[in-house]
T-cell receptor, first 114, second 112 residues
Framework: EPEVTQTPSHQVTQMGQEVILRCVPISNHLYFYWYRQILGQKVEFLVSFYNNEISEKSEIFDDQFSVERPDGSNFTLKIRSTKLEDSAMYFC????????????FGEGSWLTVV | AQSVAQPEDQVNVAEGNPLTVKCTYSVSGNPYLFWYVQYPNRGLQFLLKYITGDNLVKGSYGFEAEFNKSQTSFHLKKPSALVSDSALYFCAVRDDDYKLSFGAGTTVTVRA
């Protein structure tokens, strides 16, 4: 069964450093997402991406965050200058189309900012 | 704006007993409702969804959910719980902008 894959599974970084989280969505999917889950809290939407541009972003997704689909298969989330409060599990997700289609999630990337 | 509420932080049941995890929703248009399960240190796994049609939806691992429009509920059920069903369960609603909004999650513990 096709799946969303994410790397790295866990990353520890110093505050102020740049981090890039990578994702390979399911191959025939057109919509891509990043969500995050701070330890013990609910899953929060960060950004959605369609047709090579951001379609929606939350208030969490400030200027420190960016997304890119550099080569038609990878989908990356970059945090330019990490803060302690960026420590969370980051989930990549994809769906084939919109509305009723299921969004499939990857296993997540644990980011710890020290 | 759409939202879901999971009124119970925790649900504890004995193995073999019925399991119910509650979810209520609020949407302005047609509800697209989903259940996901998260095992410890793992990602979110899709269980089932309601888009349209039959109010009783069957999904993975023997789970089902009943869509009730009048009560704006989408409770997850399993007739006979297993210890391996112990996990964190999330209800979610998808809006016209295609993103999912999640509930706070319900921790299910099934004791042997």
């Amino acid at each position: 069964e096709p799946e969303v894959t994410q790397t790295p599974s866990h990353q520890v970084t110093q505050m102020g450093q740049e981090v890039i989280l990578r994702c390979v969505p399911i191959s025939n999917h057109l919509y891509f997402y990043w969500y995050r889950q701070i330890l013990g809290q609910k899953v929060e939407f960060l950004v959605s991406f369609y047709n090579n541009e951001i379609s929606e972003k939350s208030e969490i997704f400030d200027d420190q965050f960016s997304v890119e689909r550099p080569d038609g298969s990878n989908f990356t989330l970059k945090i330019r200058s990490t803060k302690l409060e960026d420590s969370a599990m980051y989930f990549c997700a994809s769906s084939r189309t919109s509305s009723g289609n299921t969004i499939y999630f990857g296993e997540g990337s644990w980011l710890t900012v020290v | 704006a759409q939202s879901v509420a999971q009124p119970e932080d925790q649900v504890n049941v004995a193995e073999g007993n019925p399991l119910t995890v509650k979810c209520t929703y609020s949407v302005s248009g047609n509800p697209y409702l989903f259940w996901y399960v998260q095992y410890p240190n793992r990602g979110l796994q899709f269980l089932l969804k309601y888009i349209t049609g039959d109010n009783l939806v069957k999904g993975s691992y023997g789970f089902e959910a009943e869509f009730n429009k009048s009560q704006t509920s989408f409770h997850l059920k399993k007739p006979s719980a297993l210890v391996s069903d112990s996990a964190l369960y999330f209800c979610a609603v998808r809006d016209d902008d295609y993103k999912l909004s999640f509930g706070a999650g319900t921790t299910v513990t099934v004791r042997a």
